[in-house]
């Protein structure tokens, strides 16, 4: 009798996403010169993206770079600051939206860079809005606040901070209440950018291990454009009702208004020349006063 040995070979596939071990795609936002390329060299561990203490915005354009950091790939796109001193404002959003395609498939997080020594008024809030108008409300759900300049923080925590400046706190809590605070000065030490790192894993696994996308990019400019588009008609609008109005007309309703009234005051200072004179006087005082009006009346209405 014949055995035949069989020898059954099961391959085992293990998901190895292990979300502390998953590749993260960051990209940075935020106003001009609050350190938005140091903190991107910072988390990378090496220096890719320029940066320099200038009055002028230093980063223009995109920029993708990427590292391993403690053993995981990470992705950083620095991006052009949202004050920009000398690109248009179309131009400026066309390019920080570029961040979304350098990122593919999409950012897990969007890290809102602010300086800690910045003073926070409402004009900080304007920051978050100009955001969701570029990326849409989804855009929240990946938002981070990174504040930059730690090394700036004396005794007083980031909380004691946040209870003197309301609008702060708003901006925070709008983004689900995540910040880290970074401290470029300490470059080398790895272990803020781990913590980030955590934090980044933690709002990643509250959004289902996704990410901002493409698709969520275009919807929130489809949805801007159509905005734009329904604001159009009620600008038009106003403009119609301008062009129906009948200029001549308005000119010798106006004219004749005008006329009457000069009329009326030269009717009697002719009529009391005529006092003086004599019946003669006043009949030639009334006539003046009248001509004059209604020329004046013409002329207005004419230039209408
Ligand atoms: N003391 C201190 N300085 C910092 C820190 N982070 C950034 N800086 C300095 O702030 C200046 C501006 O930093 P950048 O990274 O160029 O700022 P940015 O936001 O990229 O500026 P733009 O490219 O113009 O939009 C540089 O001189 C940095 O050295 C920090 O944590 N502490
Ligand atoms: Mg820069």
Not at 34 to 60: C, D, H, P, W, Y
Not at 277 to 304: C, H, I, Q
Request: net charge negative.
């Amino acid at each position: 009798m014949l055995h035949r040995r069989i020898t059954v070979v099961t391959t085992f596939t293990f998901d190895c996403d292990v979300p502390s071990l998953s590749p993260r795609r960051l990209v940075l936002l935020g106003k001009s010169g609050v350190g938005k390329s140091a903190a991107g060299n910072t988390i990378l561990g090496q220096k890719e993206f320029r940066f320099v203490r200038r009055m002028n915005s230093v980063t223009s354009e995109c920029s993708e770079a990427h590292a391993t950091v403690s053993g995981r790939s990470v992705s950083v796109v620095d991006t052009p600051g949202l004050s920009h001193t000398e690109m248009e404002p179309e131009e400026l959003m066309t390019e920080i939206a570029r961040s979304v395609h350098l990122s593919s498939p999409g950012p897990h997080a969007f890290l809102i860079v602010i300086r800690v020594t910045d003073r926070f008024t409402e004009q900080e809030e304007e920051i978050l809005q100009q955001i969701e108008m570029m990326f849409g409300k989804e855009v929240l759900k990946y938002s981070f606040i990174l504040f930059t300049h730690g090394d700036w923080l004396k005794e007083e925590s980031l909380q004691t901070i946040m209870e003197r400046f309301p609008a702060l706190r708003r901006l925070v809590d709008q983004c689900g209440g995540r910040f880290h605070v970074f401290n470029h000065e300490d470059e080398n030490n790895r272990e803020q950018v781990n913590d980030l790192l955590q934090k980044i894993d933690s709002m990643t696994e509250q959004n289902g291990g996704g990410h901002y996308s493409n698709q969520m990019l275009e919807d929130a400019q489809r949805f801007r454009r159509e905005e734009e588009e329904q604001r159009k008609p009620q600008e038009k609008g106003i403009m119609l009702n301008i062009g129906q109005l009948n200029l001549p007309r308005v000119g010798a309703v106006c004219g004749g208004l005008l006329g009457a009234a000069v009329g009326a005051l030269a009717g009697p200072v002719g009529a009391a020349v005529g006092g003086l004179a004599g019946p003669t006087g006043a009949a030639v005082g009334k006539v003046v006063g009248s001509v004059v009006g209604v020329a004046a009346g013409e002329a207005f209405a004419r230039n209408k």
